[in-house]
T-cell receptor
Framework: GAVVSQHPSWVICKSGTSVKIECRSL??????MFWYRQFPKQSLMLMAT?????????EQGVEKDKFLINHASLTLSTLTVTSAHPEDSSFYIC?????????FGQGTRLTVV | GENVEQHPSTLSVQEGDSAVIKCTYS??????FPWYKQELGKRPQLIID?????GEKKDQRIAVTLNKTAKHFSLHITETQPEDSAVYFC???????????FGKGTLLTVNP
């Protein structure tokens, strides 16, 4: 299958700081990438659709000013959690689709202290 | 939007038995139905998928069936092994936006 790489795999940050998470498609170009959030023992909740060269599309209830998404190239999308708070602590995971199949990055465990 | 329901939420079987997980979807326009396996702390891994022009697909011990009329699809795992223990998610997507909507997941435990 296709390879999607996410970095970092885990991060601890202080409240009020910002954290950037990168998602790369290593062996294919992805005009669209997706960002999910997953709480323990729960499903993947789509946060936003990242579109190369244009604005991201956010799901209802997701604050676009808090979760900044940039998709500047066909292989890279970034998610920046701004002014992080403890309730933002979660597992964030990206995916990119090749043909119809979706492939996921390793995920990023964010802990805000 | 699409809504995917998945059952059961937990499933415990003995090694060698079969396991069946069922999902229903709401959007008749959905045409792609993948299944993912997620081990604790790891990324979801695609294990099998099916498109709406196919009723059944099999890959070794794993099979998926799709009933478009009833809008439901199922995952079947035969001869289960302890390493099959994980959370399994079904998903559905359709149209041009490629968004996947996931079910809530099934925790499968295979007891040796």
């Amino acid at each position: 299958g296709a390879v999607v790489s996410q970095h970092p795999s885990w991060v601890i940050c202080k409240s009020g700081t910002s954290v950037k998470i990168e998602c790369r498609s290593l062996d294919f170009q992805a005009t669209t990438m997706f960002w999910y959030r997953q709480f323990p023992k729960q499903s993947l909740m789509l946060m936003a659709t990242s579109n190369e060269g244009s604005k991201a599309t956010y799901e209802q209830g997701v604050e676009k000013d808090k979760f900044l998404i940039n998709h500047a190239s066909l292989t890279l999308s970034t998610l920046t959690v701004t002014s992080a708070h403890p309730e933002d602590s979660s597992f964030y995971i990206c995916s990119a689709r090749r043909d119809s199949a979706a492939f996921f990055g390793q995920g990023t465990r964010l802990t805000v202290v | 939007g699409e809504n995917v329901e998945q059952h059961p939420s937990t499933l415990s079987v003995q090694e060698g038995d079969s396991a069946v997980i069922k999902c229903t979807y709401s959007d008749s326009a959905s045409n792609y139905f993948p299944w993912y396996k997620q081990e604790l702390g790891k990324r979801p891994q695609l294990i099998i998928d099916i498109r709406s022009n196919v009723g059944e697909k099999k890959d070794q011990r794993i099979a998926v069936t799709l009933n478009k009329t009833a809008k439901h699809f199922s995952l079947h795992i035969t001869e289960t092994q302890p390493e099959d223990s994980a959370v399994y998610f079904c998903a559905a997507s359709g149209g041009s936006n490629y968004k996947l909507t996931f079910g809530k997941g099934t925790l499968l435990t295979v007891n040796p």
